[in-house]
């Protein structure tokens, strides 16, 4: 039925192309978009009249002009190239029209996606292959994270995913205790030497237990404060220079404001006596003058920048009455949310319903008042606060929240910024000086995989654990054989990047005619044994026949899309179509593959063609172009399909 009604659309009157005119033109062009869903394509019965009003244009050039008006652009049906310009971008002569002009597109889709899917396979392994070594060579990583470390010792990285629901439970074991952790990693031999000489990295480590003895049920909030004031590092007369005076200060003044509130029957008074203290002046007023009281007993002091000691009495003495029942109001606020909390989790341990939710709420707020007593002397006294040990603190509680709420990959964060201020607290003295090194140089380095450790245990389903993997995939370890051969000849990929010195003078930007961009490239590689280096790398002869890079470059874009529920959704529009004139593109390159086990390669030389330029995202639509030389250099993942012939060195 179709072809009758183009028949029938040529018969329509139409002029000569010296008397074309344009309103007999549109209605021609006008039926012909009725019969192909409301646009008109280019065919042979269209190019005629569009070659009146563009010139004689090949296809792509005519679609790129008629895109460029905005009138038309609505009506107008793009497709791949059509019968009357299909030896656009192939090079029929050198492998036969007829071959040349075979679809091979679903060959092409598989291959582009054998090799995306390789590449990312190759990485992952080459990530887990260092990660192994890693937790080897570093004692730190073998004591903060000691279940993930078995478990990579008995890892082979090639079968990763068969260990990887085990390596994930290790991950969430680790993270879970870390906290106990820490201070084991600063008593290793190299990091002793701190814990010997410095009180405040000991003090640091009792601090960081805090959450602990929250979870055990061993302390509430109060008597965690309590005991810190107690540790043996704040008992002695400190010098006004020492790194703990402040602290000291600090601690001190918190323990003193909580054991002010305490109550017989909860952790703090309720409420109820919160109120009738702060609405009495008088009530108040008393209450104050005896704390100020217990303040200039125990000597509380602090130190400022210019080395003054100024006592806490004094400053609570030139503090306003006012500011003072501020402080008590939200300690109110806070304590009865400790006291509440306490009252819950009584009650719910008595009926048997008591759930982590129900810890986890109550250690969240336990800390929460915790941190607001260590900042409880600013607002007496800002500029001597000991910001490093108080960050560091904060940090603390941090962790415990988010490994409770199960942020682990905050957490794992945290463990970080908790080692760096440990380091941090050394100070500058030059003995410290390489343990403190060490510290950072261990943070910058485990980085990487404290976060993929985290982000691997916050995932949900195999679609997180996959972008996961793909966030963290460095180029480490696989596609070796040539590297250790005497003779080895295969059939070859190379997925990577470009750099052109070819100009192509092609207005057609796309994978081949820019100076940057993607290649994707299948062909024969040859490896002699006099130039395989084992661990030093290989060159070789690598001889292109295909390259599919327009393809690869449009599936890496468009093969899924985000979803409004932070997914990924495939794409289901693919409308164009490939023949093998149109990848079949000729060349040869000397190819470096990198040492060690780096999947890496480095190329340099030339390829004729392809026809194939790219394939535009927005309408699945391919773009041809007329095959050209190209001079280029590439950095590419080496991929091998299978191997020909290898023939082994003797050992």
Avoid at 133 to 150: A, D
Avoid at 255 to 266: G, M, V
Avoid at 341 to 349: C, M, R, Y
Avoid at 469 to 488: R, W
Wanted: hydrophobic share 40%.
């Amino acid at each position: 039925m179709k072809k009758f009604l183009i028949a029938t659309l040529l018969m329509l009157p139409i002029c000569s192309v010296a008397q074309r005119i344009a309103y007999y033109d549109a209605l021609y062009l006008k039926k012909l978009a009725d019969i192909n869903g409301g646009k008109f394509p280019i065919i042979d019965e269209s190019r005629t009249v569009l070659k009146y009003y563009f010139g004689a244009l090949h296809d792509e050039p005519l679609r790129l002009a008629i895109d460029s008006n905005i009138f038309l652009k609505p009506y107008f049906k793009r497709s791949g190239v059509s019968a009357g310009d299909k030896n656009l971008g192939s090079i029929p002569n050198l492998i036969g029209g007829s071959l040349g002009s075979v679809d091979i597109t679903a060959i092409a889709n598989g291959l582009a996606t054998i090799m995306i899917k390789r590449a990312k396979q190759e990485l992952t392994v080459a990530f887990f292959d260092r990660f192994v070594k890693y937790s080897e060579k570093n004692p730190e990583f073998n004591t903060l994270f000691p279940v993930t470390t078995k478990n990579l010792t008995q890892l082979i990285t090639y079968k990763y995913p068969q260990m990887l629901p085990t390596l994930r439970d290790g991950f969430y074991e680790d993270l879970k205790q870390i906290s106990l952790h820490i201070d084991d990693m600063i008593d290793l031999p190299k990091y002793r030497i701190l814990l010997n000489d410095l009180p405040q990295i000991r003090m640091a480590i009792h601090t960081l237990r805090i959450a602990n003895d929250l979870e055990t049920g061993a302390s509430n909030a109060a008597d965690v404060i309590k005991q810190l004031a107690s540790f043996r590092e704040l008992d002695a007369v400190l010098p006004a220079n020492s790194p703990l005076f402040n602290i000291k200060g600090a601690i001190k003044t918190a323990a003193l404001f909580s054991e002010s509130i305490r109550s017989d029957d909860n952790v703090w008074i309720g409420g109820d006596e919160f109120k009738k203290l702060l609405s009495n002046d008088t009530l108040f007023s008393i209450y104050l003058g005896l704390t100020r009281q217990l303040a200039k007993t125990q000597d509380i002091s602090f130190v400022d920048k210019g080395g003054v000691i100024t006592q806490l009495y004094k400053l609570i003495d030139s503090s306003s009455f006012f500011m003072n029942q501020q402080m008590l109001q939200e300690l109110s606020s806070l304590g009865g949310k400790v006291n509440h909390s306490v009252a819950d989790i009584n009650l719910k341990k008595n009926n048997g319903h008591l759930s982590n939710e129900d810890y986890y709420n109550y250690i969240n707020v336990s800390l929460d008042v915790i941190d607001y007593f260590f900042r409880i002397t600013k607002p007496y006294r800002s500029d001597v606060l000991p910001d490093t040990y108080l960050q560091l603190a904060r940090d603390g509680n941090s962790l415990y929240r988010d490994i409770y709420t199960t942020h682990y990959t905050q957490g794992a964060n945290d463990v970080l910024n908790i080692l760096s201020g440990i380091a941090a607290l050394t100070g500058e003295a030059k003995s410290y000086k390489n343990a403190k090194d060490s510290i950072n140089k261990f943070v910058e380095k485990v980085k990487p995989y404290a976060l993929f450790m985290g982000n691997m245990v916050d995932a949900k389903g195999e679609e997180e654990v996959s972008a996961v993997l793909e966030n963290v995939i460095l180029p480490v370890g696989s596609s070796s054989i040539k590297k250790f051969t005497k003779n080895n000849l295969s059939v070859q990929s190379y997925l990577g990047a470009y750099m052109s010195s070819s100009n192509s003078g092609n207005a057609i930007k796309g994978t081949w005619s820019d100076k940057f961009g993607v290649t994707a490239t299948i062909g024969i590689s040859y490896t002699p044994g006099c130039l395989s280096w084992g661990n030093r790398g290989a060159v070789s002869i690598y001889g292109v026949i295909l390259d599919i890079s327009a393809i690869v470059d449009y599936k890496l874009k468009t093969d899924s899309v985000p979803t409004a529920s932070g997914g990924n959704a495939p794409v289901i529009k693919k409308n164009y179509q490939v023949q093998l004139g149109q990848i079949f593109s000729p060349g040869v390159y000397l190819t470096y593959g990198f040492f060690a086990k780096l999947p890496l390669s480095i190329g340099f030389g030339g390829q004729y063609g392809p026809g194939l330029s790219k394939i535009k995202t927005d309408e699945s639509v391919a773009v041809m172009t007329n095959p050209s030389w190209r001079w280029n250099l590439f950095l590419a993942v080496d991929l091998p399909f299978f191997t020909l012939l290898n023939t082994s060195k003797n050992k």
